[in-house]
């Protein structure tokens, strides 16, 4: 997935992330949803700054902050409230943790989703873990040419409700 990654410009992929957070937004879940833990998109993910800007002042917005092995939820307060945190991921100012029972929907980046919601994550595990504490709906948010007809899964992974590309939309079988 690295190597096709690179296969499209910056354009591209700031085109196709527009595309795919267009169709997230016709889902019901992501409409009816008030509180919302979502990621700040590293390089190749699809790009999520513009959208979080978009929908702060109508939605309360989560962001995850690496603490250990372990992700916490942190309020999103404004692009001045960002930091590198760990991996190079901007993180938001570590205020009081949002318990994952308080969010509503969570949208989760990975290397790759397969056509029955399955995810790969970048192997530490770090949303496997969040997401056992909790049975939100989950939304996997990735490019179409990040969607394969199966991946391995262990049996710790943690599958999607949906996944939403810049082509489709995918539910849970």
Known sequence: MACRKKEYSPTWLYAHSLE???????LDVFKQARRIALYHALPGEV???????????TKSLFLPVVE?????????RGKESLQSGAFGIMEPGREEA????????????????????????????YYDRLLTTGSIP??????????????????FDIPM?????????????
């Open 138 to 155: 989950k939304i996997g948010l990735c490019f179409s040419f990040q969607l394969v007809d199966e991946i391995p899964m262990e049996p």
């Open 47 to 57: 790009e999520t700054a513009d959208f979080i800007e978009k929908w702060a002042e």
């Open 68 to 76: 250990g092995n372990d992700l916490s939820l942190h309020p999103y």
């Open 98 to 125: 949002c318990r994952v029972d308080e969010i509503e929907l969570m949208i989760v980046p990975g290397i790759a989703f397969d056509r029955r919601c399955n995810r790969l994550g970048r192997g530490k595990g």
């Open 161 to 173: 409700d949906w996944v939403v590309t810049d082509k489709e939309i995918h539910r849970t079988p």
């Open 20 to 26: 795919a957070l267009n169709r997230l937004e016709t």
